[in-house]
Every structure is written in C-alpha cells, then in structure tokens.
Nanobody, 123 residues
C-alpha cells in the first residue's frame, strides 16, 4: 500500500520561500507520475506540478511556473516542492500525489494522496 506523508506546513509572508517534502513508501512499478496539487480556500483542487517518478516530463501550472520547482529522489523516496516568491494567492492546502500507470485503461490513475499540508501566505 502506497503511503504519502507531507511535511513543511508554513505561515510565511509574501516574497518568502518554503520547501514542501513528501515521504513516499510502498511504491512499486516503474511507471508513475508524481507531484503536487493544491486546494485554495473555497476553490477546487488544482494541479501545481507533476513529473515522472525519478524526473522527466515535468508540467507546471501557469500560475507557479518560474517560481516553483518539483524534484523527486528515488533513492530517498521523496517528492519535494521548492516554492519561491510566494504570494497570497498561493495560500492553499497542498497535497502530494502518486499516479501509477494502469495498463488496462492506458492512463495514469491518481489513486494515492497525502493528507495535505497548509501553506498560508500573508501580504
């Protein structure tokens, strides 16, 4: 069973930086998409950054491109999100996710989620 545990909850000011980390356990297989989503207050969950487990095919949301950097480390079993120049609109609960490739459907299934960690950015 895949388990994801996020760390890095923070209350920061606009312009500050923060690093989130996700510890991954129980992950098998070689084809997985991993990354971060977030859910701002009273809004839908949205994708922030996704890439292949171990790196590659990285996709960022337009709103964070150039400010956030995702990195994955297979040896350490971690998925990190470096967030720079944070803004109040980045305030959200951030979720780590893993999507194994499903041969039957030919798609990546976002089956695994962490509990989320709160990031609050004050102006």
């Amino acid at each position: 069973q895949v388990q994801l545990v996020e760390s890095g909850v923070g209350l920061v000011q606009a312009g500050d930086s923060l690093r989130l980390s996700c510890a991954v356990s129980g992950l098998t297989g070689t084809r997985n998409r991993v990354g971060w989503y977030r859910q701002p207050p009273e809004k839908e969950r949205e994708q922030v950054a996704i890439e292949n487990w171990g790196g590659g095919r990285t996709v960022y949301a337009a709103s964070v491109k150039g400010r956030f950097t995702i990195s994955t480390d297979i040896a350490k079993n971690t998925i990190d999100l470096q967030m720079n120049n944070l803004q109040p609109e980045d305030t959200a609960v951030y979720y780590c996710t893993v999507a194994p490739y499903d041969i039957g459907s030919g798609a990546y299934r976002y089956d695994y989620w962490g509990r989320g960690t709160q990031v609050t950015v004050s102006s």
